[in-house]
T-cell receptor
């Protein structure tokens, strides 16, 4: 199972774009990159998933370079409600365990 | 609402006791995952079931056990409880082994 490394915490201000980078040097060919968001005392919520290049949905974009050894979650124009912990996961959709790392604690200030 | 239902929402019990946490997955989801999250800690993967069979095991203590029933709901049994077992226990479900898993609101267990 590919190990991921993310910054422990990040600070931002409302209206700014936030980019959280995750390193996954030993990602396998069949692995997908997935990001989750978790608010205090709530279960994690799926944000976005990608395999390569760029994926965009209504809440975020995911940038994956050609070597796939890292990925960047981009949150446009964050608000206070985006304050949460963000987890990067790497897994083969055929694999067995959905394992979370330590995550990045994002604090958005007014 | 994720569609995953966990009961009870809160549970307070004494050390040495046994409790059962219940999870009803989203309709159609065959995979169920259990996680433990202690205060300000990360999510610890405990165990996964797929269509009634154990599929993966994480850091689950021998005092803990789980099962998935034919109707696909799952139960996590915690026995000989210790103070350190106090935590939020989350259940998640997904279609097969998909990365998009849906989490319940959790059961907050307090052992006193």
């Amino acid at each position: 199972l590919a190990k991921t490394t993310q910054p422990i915490s990040m600070d931002s201000y409302e209206g700014q774009e936030v980019n959280i980078t995750c390193s996954h040097n030993n990602i396998a060919t069949n692995d997908y990159i997935t990001w989750y968001q978790q608010f205090p005392s709530q279960g994690p919520r799926f944000i976005i998933q990608g395999y390569k290049t760029k994926v965009t949905n209504e809440v975020a974009s995911l940038f994956i370079p050609a070597d796939r050894k890292s990925s960047t979650l981009s949150l446009p124009r964050v608000s206070l409600s985006d304050t949460a912990v963000y987890y990067c996961l790497v897994m083969d959709t055929g694999r067995r365990a959905l394992t979370f790392g330590s995550g990045t604690r994002l604090q958005v200030q007014p | 609402d994720s569609g995953v239902t966990q009961t009870p929402k809160h549970l307070i019990t004494a050390t040495g006791q046994r409790v059962t946490l219940r999870c009803s997955p989203r309709s159609g989801d065959l995979s169920v995952y259990w996680y433990q999250q202690s205060l300000d800690q990360g999510l610890q993967f405990l165990i996964q079931y797929y269509n009634g069979e154990e599929r993966a095991k994480g850091n689950i203590l021998e005092r803990f056990s789980a099962q998935q029933f034919p109707d696909l709901h799952s139960e996590l049994n915690l026995s000989s409880l210790e103070l350190g077992d106090s935590a939020l226990y989350f259940c998640a479900s997904s279609v097969s082994g998909q990365a998009e898993a849906f989490f319940g609101q959790g059961t907050r267990l307090t052992v006193v």
